[in-house]
């Protein structure tokens, strides 16, 4: 099986713009999570997705939403971003009730 | 609130020698742990986690509920073992992951 895709793999943009990033999850897997990796403050959660409802949400300002589509792909958008938001996110799918989350390589963003 | 704390950001071990990464955790209930991996240039992976006790690569973890602790023990490093770990925590009934800032292990040939 193809493993969980994301993209693009690195992005730059600007202060005040806003960025979409996409995740694949491997075939079958229906929940999909999104995660924030920075040097400070490590690994945070921002949400996670289910059949198309958000089912949990990190502590996130409201510039960031995401959502999942009828086969399962997600993504996420950040608006209005701030160079704090300079970080790796990292998807995450696994099957439902199952415990073990299989990551994605990450998307690289960089806020200038 | 659920925390984890893995207080050593880095241990360097020589080959041959026992490790033991530790993870402490805070959680009113009873939550699952895991320890996730990242080896260089490679996606985060799953290790292991204490509901199946099992042994992955040599290494083991033992939830101890008392110490609201989840270390993670290999009794003979490898040079194949140096990576990021990370320890992470699931409260019941959540679909979210708590994890810890992780700990660098460095095995010295």
């Known amino acids: 099986k193809a493993g969980v895709t994301q993209t693009p793999r690195y992005l730059i943009k600007t202060r005040g713009q806003q960025v979409t990033l996409s995740c694949s999850p491997i075939s079958g897997h229906r929940s999909v999570s999104w995660y924030q990796q920075t040097p400070g403050q490590g690994l945070q959660f921002l949400f996670e997705y289910f059949s198309e409802t958000q089912r949990n949400k990190g502590n996130f300002p409201g510039r960031f939403s995401g959502r999942q589509f009828s086969n399962s792909r997600s993504e996420m958008n950040v608006s209005t971003l701030e160079l704090g938001d300079s970080a790796l996110y990292l998807c995450?799918?696994?099957?439902?009730?199952?415990?073990?989350?299989?990551f994605g390589q990450g998307t690289r963003l960089t806020v200038v | 609130a659920q925390r984890v704390t893995q207080p050593e950001k880095l241990l360097s071990v020589f080959k041959g020698a026992p490790v033991e990464l530790k993870c402490n955790y805070s959680y009113s209930g009873s939550p699952e742990l895991f320890w996730y991996v990242q080896y260089s240039r490679q996606r985060l992976q799953l290790l292991l986690r204490?509901?199946s006790r099992e042994s992955i690569k040599g290494f083991t973890a033992d939830l101890n509920k008392g110490e609201t602790s989840f270390h993670l023990k290999k009794p003979f490093a490898q040079e194949e073992d140096s990576a990021m770990y990370y320890c992470a925590l699931r409260g019941a009934g959540s679909y979210q992951l708590t994890f810890g800032k992780g700990t660098k292990l460095s095995v010295i040939p």
């Open positions: 995450a799918s696994s099957l439902e009730r199952s415990p073990r989350a299989f």
């Open positions: 204490h509901i």
